[in-house]
């Protein structure tokens, strides 16, 4: 996977090839804990974990858009990817539906001296992949683990409101309230010019009511 050697590891006999070989959204995440980059949580890593099988590896403009990481940057989601994976090198997935936490699992059982690690992802050792080299790779990978298009489409993720986004929208409200409160003042100034008497038996009925109200009260 992550270097020619390494890819050529045999995969442990309990993993079984093709669509079956994936951990279903709903299962216990802790059959394999990947580590966290900085400012993630492992609820944000599970997160990103879902979101990387329904719309595909790499694909952070549909991650970011659909609201479940709000502030994640491309490159804070990329480097969470390596360590969901156990390794440096994710081209080989790109826009496949797959669970991370599988080849992870596996890349986290791969031993030997041709194998560097940084972060507990094994880093790329050997020469660079030719172009046909990463489509064959993609396509074994492809058929391998990409899971059913039927169980990815139906993945739900969670919305997450930005705290950014609210503070802005309560921040306009406060402005419009602001604004309908000078609205109204202006106008009680503007009545009180033109109709000074009014306002006055006006402002002296209601200090009789508060009056009358405050002594029933007593």
Known sequence: MAGNDAFQVQKPR?????????????????????????????????????????????????IIESGCLPGKTNAQMNLQLQRLLGQQSTAEFAGLHIDPKVIGEKNSKIQGPHIKRKNNCIVNTGGKLSREELRERMQ??????????????????????????????????????????????????????????RMDKLKSTVDNETQVAEAAAQ
């Open 14 to 62: 309990s993993m079984i090839a093709g669509a079956r070989n994936v951990l279903r959204t709903n299962d216990s995440a802790s059959l394999w804990n990947c580590t966290l980059s900085p400012g993630w949580s492992q609820d944000e890593s599970e997160t990103l974990r879902k979101a990387l099988m329904k719309f595909g590896i790499g694909n952070w403009s549909k």
């Open 140 to 197: 074994r990978n492809k058929e391998m683990y990409e899971l059913p298009e039927e169980e990815w489409n139906s993945i739900e993720l969670p919305k997450v409101e930005d705290p950014v986004l609210m503070l802005e929208a309560k921040r306009e409200e406060l402005r419009r309230l602001q604004k309908e409160l000078a609205k109204v003042q202006g106008k009680i100034e503007q009545m009180r010019t033109i109709q000074p008497a």
